[in-house]
C-alpha cells in the first residue's frame, strides 16, 4: 500500500512539473507573439531614451487622447489615474483626476502607484524633472500630424505590451486613410472647396498650418482658408472671411443659427448654399485614432458624391 501511494505521489509530482511546464511555455509563446521581451529601451517624444523594466500594470495618463489612446489599445483595465476632461470613452470619465494642463496632484499620483506615465511632451517636460524626482517612469508622446499619430499608438504599444492591439488600431486607421485618398485623389484643384474653420466666435479664432484641421482638411480634398495664417490656432478677421469666400464653414462649437444670421456674412458662398457644418471638434483635434474617422466625415462632408 505504502509502495502504491509512493508511486502516486511521483507520478502527482510528475504531473505537476509536466503542467508547469506547459504553462511557462504557453507564456513565453504568447509573450513571443506580441514581439516583446521586457526589459526594453525605447526614445520617447522629447529624445530620451527610456528603459521600462516590465510591461506596466499602472498606468496615468496626463492628457485626454492618451486616455482615449490607452483605452483604444485595451488597456482601460490598467488605467488608474487620468487628466481632467478625459470623457472618451465615457467610463474614463469614472477614473481618478490627478490634474490638468497646469497643475498635478503629486500625492494621489504617488497614492495611485504607477509603473508608467505617459503625457503629451509639451506638457510633461514642464512636469519631468519633479516626477522623476519622485522616482516615477514617465512616457512622452509628441505626434503633431496623422502620421505620427499612428507611430505614437505603436510607441504606446510597444511600451505596454499591447504591440499586437497597437498594430490592429494602426492598420484599420490606414484602411480608413487610404479610402479617402482613393476617394479624391483625382479632384482637381477647382474642385477643391474652399473651407473655413470656426474654432470659437469672439474673438473668431480658426486653425492654421501645423493645425490637424488643416491637415484633415487637405487630405479630405479641400483647401483651408487660412492655410496662410502665422500659427495653428489663430484669431482671425471676419472681413477676410467675408472676402475670401467660403464654400463651406465648419463650425467645432454648436451655434450654426448665431453665424446663419450674421448680416455680413450673408452673401459668404458656404451661408448661401447652406453648407455650414457643425462637428464635435474632439475627434478633429485629439491625437487619438478617432482622427482617422474625423477625415472620412470631413470628406463626405466636402464631396458627398463620392462617398
Not at 448665431?258 to 464635435?280: F, H, K, P, T, Y
Request: hydrophobic share 45%; aromatic share 6%; with cysteine.
Amino acid at each position: 500500500m505504502r509502495l502504491r501511494q509512493g508511486r502516486w505521489s511521483l507520478r502527482r509530482s510528475a504531473l505537476l512539473i509536466l503542467v508547469l511546464c506547459l504553462v511557462w511555455s504557453g507564456a513565453a509563446l504568447a509573450a513571443n507573439s506580441t514581439g516583446m521581451n521586457f526589459p526594453i529601451t525605447i526614445k520617447d517624444g522629447l529624445g530620451h531614451d527610456l528603459t521600462i523594466l516590465a510591461a506596466p500594470q499602472k498606468l496615468i495618463s496626463l492628457t485626454p487622447s492618451v486616455t482615449e489612446n490607452l483605452y483604444a489599445l485595451g488597456l482601460g483595465d490598467r488605467v488608474v489615474g487620468v487628466s481632467s476632461y478625459s470623457d472618451y470613452p465615457p467610463e474614463a470619465a469614472s477614473k481618478p483626476v490627478v490634474g490638468d494642463a497646469f497643475q498635478l496632484n503629486y500625492e494621489q499620483i504617488l497614492l495611485l502607484e504607477p509603473d508608467l506615465i505617459i503625457g503629451d511632451a509639451q506638457l510633461v517636460k514642464n512636469y519631468m524633472a519633479k516626477l522623476e524626482e519622485l522616482g516615477l517612469t514617465v512616457l512622452a508622446i509628441n505626434p503633431t500630424n496623422l502620421q505620427e499619430v499612428m507611430d505614437s499608438l505603436l510607441l504606446l504599444g510597444k511600451a505596454t505590451g499591447a504591440v499586437d492591439a497597437a498594430g490592429e488600431v494602426v492598420s484599420e486607421m490606414q484602411g480608413k486613410i487610404q479610402a479617402v485618398d482613393v476617394a479624391v485623389r483625382d479632384l482637381p484643384a477647382e474642385a477643391r472647396p474652399l473651407v473655413f474653420v470656426e474654432v470659437w466666435d469672439e474673438p473668431l479664432m480658426t486653425c492654421g498650418p501645423g493645425s490637424f484641421m488643416q491637415e484633415l482638411i487637405e487630405l479630405a480634398g479641400g483647401e483651408n482658408l487660412a492655410a496662410d495664417a502665422g500659427e495653428a490656432w489663430v484669431e482671425y478677421s471676419s472681413e477676410l472671411v467675408v472676402e475670401r469666400d467660403p464654400e463651406v464653414i465648419l463650425l467645432t462649437r454648436p451655434y450654426i443659427d448665431e453665424l446663419m444670421a450674421r448680416s455680413a456674412w450673408q452673401g459668404i458662398r458656404a451661408v448661401r448654399s447652406g453648407r455650414v457644418v457643425e462637428v464635435n471638434s474632439d475627434p478633429f483635434v485629439r491625437t487619438t485614432p478617432r482622427l482617422a474617422d474625423a477625415l472620412v466625415e470631413l470628406a463626405a462632408i466636402l464631396h458627398p458624391e463620392r462617398f
